[in-house]
């Protein structure tokens, strides 16, 4: 079946004229075509111009085209870009320090990084590891409901969406589910077989829903307790977007491995695995690897990214100013209440009134957000967004919403 594409003038002259769509159609037919952002500016073909109030997906906190990043990848990119993994590079190992010092300061202890290109690589590592730790006949990872992890096979297996699996059966062995703030749902699925638990401090994916404080403790408690590893999935919530370094750190649990992405390139796909020391170390030479894990282009945005969110003090600005979005947004009478924390927001709208109808409105209106699902708008906006764009934005659906 053909996938038509875009309609506008610009979009069809870059397509040859045609209206056929370019790429394998598993995105769907894509709503804008942009040519260039600022901060949490973005400008489509036609010059028109829109508030990326969803930062990708939760990818350039720093804003689009942060200048600090900017220099740091265009100077990497005339100094080194890549040697291969028989020997080190300096700037990926600046990065694997600072974020082992990170974590370190966020009370997970001392640890060692795999660097790869996304989440999903990153969740597909973590996988590795709890396999090789709990050897063989101790090799099954249960994940929550409602979770995402991952489009690659390994990571799809652990993300508790059933309707996600469906088309690609049989999924790979080893994958087991439990309601997500459950802890005797988890426990049921708990016996010898296990070797990690892996959850998301908030489900991103699965409508914005954090996990309750007390929660994460009794999970990390009982693994502690059953000698199964505790692994948190921090692809969207980590690097400053809670309001906290990381989301784990809102309940002070020490996990075993965290996984990251998203913001920790501000746009460069970079992804990472990180683990405690003693658990790192079951993983051998051999035992894993990607020609592109800690390329010294990809690891200059991660040491960029993490100097300017400490310049800035990331984490205190994504509380402040997810509190002012949060204030607007709990005033619209079409909002029933606001999930998440720093600027990971799920604004539930009421009976009646679906994302559906309200995205693409706002679009039009040059705001973007998304319906996470039927009935709730995610917002995650840069934390550098301006209080006066928050206001903005705030306008704009208070116009669409009555
Ligand atoms: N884990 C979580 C929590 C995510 O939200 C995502 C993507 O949305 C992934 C993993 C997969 O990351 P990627 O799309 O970079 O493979």
Redesign the pocket.
């Known amino acids: 079946m053909s996938h038509s594409f875009m309609s506008t003038e610009t979009a069809q002259n870059i397509n040859h004229g045609h209206n056929y769509c370019p790429f394998i159609p598993v995105f769907g037919p894509p709503a804008v075509m942009f040519e260039r952002g600022k901060g949490t500016e973005l400008w489509d073909v036609t010059g028109k111009r829109y508030l990326d109030f969803l930062s990708g ?1 939760a990818v350039v906190s720093l804003g689009h085209s942060n200048d600090a990043v900017a220099s740091a990848i265009s100077q990497q990119a005339s100094t080194l870009l890549h040697v291969s993994n028989f020997f080190a590079n300096t700037t990926a190992t600046k990065a694997a320090v600072k974020l082992s010092e990170l974590m370190s300061q966020a009370g997970a202890g001392d640890g060692q990084v795999f660097f790869c290109n ?4 990153a ?1 597909e590592a973590a996988i590795k590891l709890s396999r090789k730790f709990g050897g063989r006949g101790r090799h099954v990872m249960v994940s929550a409901y409602g979770s ?4 690659t096979l390994g ?1 799809l297996a652990l993300t508790g969406q059933p309707a996600k699996h469906e088309a690609f059966q049989p999924m790979p062995d080893g994958f087991r589910y439990c309601e997500y703030g459950d802890l005797d749902s988890l426990e049921k699925v708990l016996d010898s077989s296990v070797s990690a638990v892996m959850l ?1 401090p908030i489900q ?2 699965g409508g914005v829903i954090p996990a309750d404080v007390e929660y994460l403790r009794a999970v990390q408690k009982l693994c502690n307790e059953r000698g199964i590893l505790f692994i948190i ?1 921090e ?2 919530t980590g690097f400053c977007r809670t309001g906290e370094w990381f989301g784990f750190q809102h309940s002070g649990v020490q996990p075993d491995a965290v996984t990251f ?2 913001g920790m390139g501000n746009g460069m796909p970079v ?1 990472a695995l990180w683990a405690r020391k003693d658990i790192a170390s079951v993983l051998a030479p051999g035992d894993h690897g990607s020609t592109y894990s800690g390329t010294a282009l990809a690891t200059s945005a991660v040491l960029a990214v993490i100097d300017e969110m400490t310049r800035i003090d990331a984490p205190r600005l994504a509380r402040e100013k997810g509190q002012r979005l949060i204030d607007g947004l709990s005033q619209f009478s079409k909002v029933d209440h606001v999930r998440g924390r720093g600027l990971l927001l799920g604004a539930q709208l009421v009976s009646g009134v679906e994302t559906k109808d309200v995205v693409p409105a706002l679009l039009e209106m040059g705001l973007i957000v998304n319906g996470v699902n039927a009935t709730t708008l995610r917002l995650a906006p840069p934390i550098t967004t301006s209080n006066e764009e928050i206001d903005e934005a705030l306008s704009l659906m208070e116009k669409v919403l009555s």
């Not at 996304?118 to 690589?121: D, I, P």
């Not at 995402?148 to 489009?151: A, C, D, K, L, V």
Request: without cysteine; charged residues 30%; hydrophobic residues 30%.
């Open positions: 997906i996304s989440g999903a690589e969740n995402f992890h991952g489009r990571a998301e991103g994916e999935d692809v969207q992405a998203k992804g």
